[in-house]
T-cell receptor, first 112, second 116 residues
Framework: SQQGEEDPQALSIQEGENATMNCSYKTSINNLQWYRQNSGRGLVHLILIRSNEREKHSGRLRVTLDTSKKSSSLLITASRAADTASYFCATVLGGANSKLTFGKGITLSVRP | GAVVSQHPSWVICKSGTSVKIECRSLDFQATTMFWYRQFPKQSLMLMATSNEGSKATYEQGVEKDKFLINHASLTLSTLTVTSAHPEDSSFYIC????????????FGPGTRLTVL
């Protein structure tokens, strides 16, 4: 069964606004990762946050992780039309298990 | 980041035929490769994990005799969809990972399979 559940499932914002996407999961994890997928394309790795980290930044991206609530959020600041894509969170249980378990994804539309 | 390629990028075949999809890590040695399937507007579902030189580990519900996986070298894994049927039409994506402690999986661009 899928580990991650993102919300909202679809988000439409104006260029320049911030976009916040949330992900919840069910079991203890080693790390959580966020990916972007443009329509009909492969996945692009955005950021990885480990279970002992609370926040991470990468350019316009900010990811938080709350292991007590089993949730993570991805914030994209000053969004651009090129940020239009589907975003997935994926969890890794850790140890010898390096499998990624993906959430259902969020479709982000950034209007120019 | 590391580059993973897939070939072909799309394929259309008749029902009952077999289709082979290749996944290559171009600039690193992939000790582990993963195969995913993604239906339209849905998430990626892991089908199987393959380690170089050993048999693939299939996820529950995935038929190993229908989806043959061969990971013969550290840079190449193949997925063969045998006796394909229209319900096998999907987007197949592979990813590759180096040896521990490198956690990141690098994804291929995907292969769109359409079975008529």
């Amino acid at each position: 069964s899928q580990q991650g559940e993102e919300d909202p499932q679809a988000l439409s914002i104006q260029e320049g606004e911030n976009a916040t996407m949330n992900c919840s999961y069910k079991t203890s994890i080693n790390n959580l990762q966020w990916y972007r997928q443009n329509s009909g394309r492969g996945l692009v790795h955005l950021i990885l946050i480990r279970s002992n980290e609370r926040e991470k930044h990468s350019g316009r991206l900010r990811v938080t992780l709350d292991t007590s609530k089993k949730s993570s959020s991805l914030l994209i600041t000053a969004s651009r039309a090129a940020d239009t894509a589907s975003y997935f969170c994926a969890t890794v249980l850790g140890g010898a298990n390096s499998k990624l378990t993906f959430g259902k994804g969020i479709t982000l539309s950034v209007r120019p | 980041g590391a580059v993973v390629s897939q070939h072909p990028s799309w394929v259309i075949c008749k029902s009952g035929t077999s289709v082979k999809i290749e996944c290559r890590s171009l600039d690193f040695q992939a000790t582990t490769m993963f195969w995913y399937r993604q239906f339209p507007k849905q998430s990626l579902m892991l089908m199987a994990t393959s380690n170089e030189g050993s048999k693939a580990t299939y996820e529950q519900g995935v038929e190993k005799d229908k989806f043959l996986i061969n990971h013969a070298s550290l840079t190449l894994s193949t997925l063969t969809v045998t006796s394909a049927h229209p319900e096998d039409s999907s987007f197949y994506i592979c990813s590759a990972k180096g040896a521990f402690p490198y956690n990141e999986q690098f994804f291929g661009p995907g292969t769109r399979l359409t079975v008529l």
